[in-house]
């Protein structure tokens, strides 16, 4: 290359390298708020007191069921719904990437050959060939390609915390699915011994009719109470087999026989109640609080984009061509260009204006919608409080009406017994009491599903801590490389 050709190309990358010194004083046109909490004001405190204990790092650990625990870490595993907000993720963070990419020059490398016949005095041949380079930037002066590549990136970061919002509402998924397991193994095995209970009455009553002591009626009376009883297990044999099925389902793998699956009949006691930090804490602990947050962060950096748009463009190209009249030969000769344009938006029937105007549309829309979910998010805790305080008192008031069943009943045998009274009474007394049973037996499950659905309000940190699939390498890679955002404090 000759001296000359070098100088020219220096001095148009000095020219480019001093314009580039121009970006970090570049200035948004409007100002971008910094909105860290909703337009609503928090309560102080819930309307309901918690208690004393912190909810542990994983909040289904507090039911110390190592079952539950296996099936939670399996379907954040395996679960393909998630699977899916990782790839969303992915895509997500390639497309940061892709809007931040006009933040550096675009350098291509350019080749041609050519080849032509010259016919006059005789046919000559000559060839040229032509290696190059080309060199585009815009000036970002105002921040619209920057805004927008940070509008990306927090629609990234959204896009994160909604893969930990499916972690969160999976685990609780999972979490209710294995208590209905447990409810329904639990009510198999109370029905099952409410059955030996009437088979026992039955061979009583049968017993005493083969020695005139019963008539017929009574027989028969016995005998539909047992089948009544019985009854009851196909329906809870169905609930427990389905809800099998869909536990298999969640933990991202097919159904198996039911007879493989271990279940303990009976369901973990409640948890203490977990303390409670200030509503206001909500927006920092639940993931679908803080993507709201960072879509809307994103609405207002896209509104500054738009209003850049209004303004003028700088852009700067550069360009250096090698040229040879043979491919053998060194290519000896050159020429650079280097070339500016300035763009002035005058009249496009408003098009510019309108999209500022819908952008900013979007901003209020998000804040709304920012607001709405801080809302529901106060509203689910204390509807979670309010029914775990009036559910404590229903299964009172069950363990109290069981306590009377039993005296009931106890008080109706010694009367038929004795003759002072129908068999129908002691019937009535024993279907009242095995009611009350499998009443408590779901009441309990119930309440053990509130306390679930309180965890879950709250949010927590462990979901900050999910990685991709270990088993999806490529997606591993590709997400390795999100665009973290560091939001606001």
């Not at 027989?219 to 329906?235: K, S």
């Not at 499950?445 to 309180?454: F, G």
Request: aromatic share 6%.
């Amino acid at each position: 290359m000759k001296r000359s050709g070098i100088a020219s190309t220096k001095r148009a990358l000095t020219a480019v390298v001093m314009t580039a010194g121009l970006v970090p004083a570049a200035c948004n046109p409007v100002e971008i708020p910094t909105r860290t909490m909703p337009e609503v004001v928090p309560p102080t405190t819930y309307t309901a007191s918690g208690g004393t204990v912190p909810p542990p790092f994983q909040w289904w650990t507090a039911f110390q069921d190592d079952a539950l625990n296996t099936h939670v870490s399996r379907a954040i595993e395996a679960n393909l719904d998630l699977r899916q907000s990782w790839a969303r993720l992915a895509q997500a963070t390639a497309q940061a990437r892709i809007a931040g990419a006009p933040l550096l020059p675009e350098v291509n490398l350019t080749s041609s050959a050519a080849r032509s016949r010259s016919d006059g005095g005789g046919i000559s041949y000559q060839s040229s060939w032509v290696v190059g380079f080309g060199l585009a930037w815009e000036v970002d002066l105002w921040r619209r390609i920057a805004n927008r590549a940070e509008a990306s990136a927090r629609a990234a970061a959204a896009t994160r915390q909604d893969v930990e919002n499916t972690a969160l509402v999976l685990s609780g998924t999972v979490t209710d699915t294995w208590f209905t397991v447990r409810e329904q193994a639990e009510l198999i095995a109370v029905i099952e011994s409410q059955v030996a209970l009437s088979e026992k009455l039955l061979e009583i009553i049968e017993y005493r009719y083969a020695n005139g002591l019963a008539d017929a009626l009574q027989v028969y009376q016995q005998r539909q109470q047992l089948e009544g009883v019985r009854a009851q297990l196909p329906p809870a044999r169905s609930s427990l087999e389905t809800s099998l099925n869909a536990l298999a389902v969640l933990q991202g793998t097919v159904p198996e026989d039911p007879a493989a699956v271990t279940v303990a009949p009976s369901l973990p006691p409640l948890p203490p109640l977990p303390e409670l930090a200030a509503p206001a804490d909500l927006v920092d602990a639940r993931p679908d609080l803080r993507a709201a947050r960072n879509r809307l962060a994103a609405a207002d950096l896209e509104v500054a984009a738009a209003v850049a748009d209004l303004l003028p463009t700088v852009s700067l190209s550069l360009g250096y061509d090698f040229n040879s009249n043979s491919f053998a030969d060194p290519f000896t000769s050159g020429v650079s260009s280097l070339g500016g344009s300035l763009l002035q938006p005058l009249f496009d029937n408003d098009r510019r204006g309108a999209e500022v105007v819908r952008r900013r549309a979007i901003v209020q829309e998000r804040l709304d919608a920012f607001s709405q979910a801080f809302l529901t998010a106060l509203r689910e805790v204390e509807d979670a409080l309010d029914r775990e305080r009036y559910q404590l008192e229903l299964l009172a008031e069950i363990k109290l009406q069981l306590d009377l069943a039993e005296k009931q009943l106890k008080a109706a045998t010694t009367s038929y017994a004795d003759g002072v009274a129908e068999y129908l009474d002691v019937i009535s007394a024993v279907q009242t009491q095995q009611s009350l049973q499998r009443q408590q037996v779901t009441a309990h499950k119930q309440l053990l599903a509130y306390r679930s659905t309180l965890y879950r309000a709250l949010g927590g940190a462990w979901m900050s801590q999910l990685e991709p699939p270990k088993t999806d390498a490529k997606l591993e890679a590709d997400v390795a490389q999100e665009v973290h955002v560091e939001e606001d404090a």
